[in-house]
């Protein structure tokens, strides 16, 4: 994990977000690994007085925009925040390339920079929620060598504490069967390390953002220009960093209270639509569960039948499910 940045960080917006009255944005500017980076944190204005939190974390190519994910927890008596990390969404600046990153480790400056800040807001106890790359983010931070204690010495800042930990289909594994992972796990770090500058293109409209956005039919509404149906160019040196950190934390083992949920089935490599809104159609399901169990020793996992990716934009019913599921889990961790 990258060492804390110090007192360096600073609040250079204060904003009602673009979601509404209801929430708020600030965005914080640091020193990144090579030029000043950026970083916002949105949270819901609803329930001020609540000393209990939840804060999300975003996946690859990806922003938050899930107002009714933010009132679910809202009216369970939550305080709702929310994370576009740097080179993400709200965060994108000319200088810094859309989900550029030199390690997976260096958005443990964001999340120091928003929990701090939730700290301050008066919330004592945080639920974290990571989705996708997001997952990996953040089971990468609680796995950092820099305990709460060390972090808040450093800083000068008082931390909430982190009591537990959800993640929406995580990217712990790449997306590959667990009977050929172990196979192919290799040959592509070789090859991203051989070429850590090039990039993959993004030619074509991906099937999954065809499932998602109601302009190719789908229920959601979001940005495009940051959440684009074809994606930004993969970096290769991107994946190594998360095959890196994957390899990592497949050798940690975190006692926190963790829920994973995903979908019952992977539907990668569909053709159509609605072969995708099936499962999962980006992340294999049975080599993330795998990874979970590795890591996680105070785990419990929740299967959702018609999951999407992100089971949040599932289809209503799958979607209740999921909401159920950390609900339920929610109330044991109480």
Request: with cysteine; proline share 6%.
């Amino acid at each position: 994990m990258s060492a804390p940045i110090g007192q360096h960080w600073q609040q250079v917006n204060e904003c009602e977000d673009l979601l509404g009255v209801d929430f708020l944005a600030r965005t914080f500017s640091f020193a990144g690994p090579k030029t000043k980076v950026h970083t916002t944190l949105i949270h819901h204005i609803g329930n001020p007085d609540a000393t209990k939190a939840i804060l999300y974390v975003h996946g690859y190519t990806d922003y938050f925009f899930q107002t009714g994910l933010a009132e679910h927890f809202i009216d369970l008596g939550y305080r709702f925040y929310a994370l576009d990390l740097q080179g993400y969404g709200r965060s994108i600046r000319p200088s810094t390339p859309p989900n550029w990153c030199e390690s997976i480790e260096q958005y443990g400056q964001d999340l120091d920079i928003a929990l701090a800040t939730i700290k301050e807001d008066g919330v004592d106890q945080v639920v974290i929620l990571g989705h996708s790359t997001g997952g990996l983010v953040v089971s990468t931070y609680l796995a950092q060598p820099y305990a709460l204690p060390e972090r808040e010495s450093y800083y000068n800042k008082a931390f909430p504490e982190v009591i537990g930990l959800m993640l929406n289909s995580p990217f712990l594994a790449l997306p590959f069967p667990p009977a050929v992972l172990n196979f192919v796990s290799w040959p592509v770090r070789i090859l991203v390390s051989l070429l850590p500058f090039s990039y993959l293109r993004a030619k074509k409209i991906n099937i999954y953002s065809k499932s998602l956005h109601t302009v190719f039919g789908g229920e959601w509404d979001y940005r495009l220009d940051w959440k684009p149906p074809r994606g930004f160019d993969l970096s290769f040196h991107w994946l190594r960093e998360v095959i890196i950190a994957q390899r990592r934390l497949a050798n940690q083992r975190l006692a926190i209270p963790t829920l994973i949920c995903h979908s019952e089935i992977s539907t990668i490599g569909k053709r159509t639509v609605k072969e995708i809104q099936q499962g999962d159609g980006v992340l294999d399901v049975h080599s993330m569960q795998q990874a979970a169990k590795k890591t996680f020793t105070n785990l419990t996992q929740a299967s959702i039948p018609q999951g999407f990716h992100d089971l949040y934009l599932s289809h209503q019913s799958a979607r209740t499910n999921y909401l159920s599921a950390m609900t339920q889990w929610l109330e044991k961790l109480d």
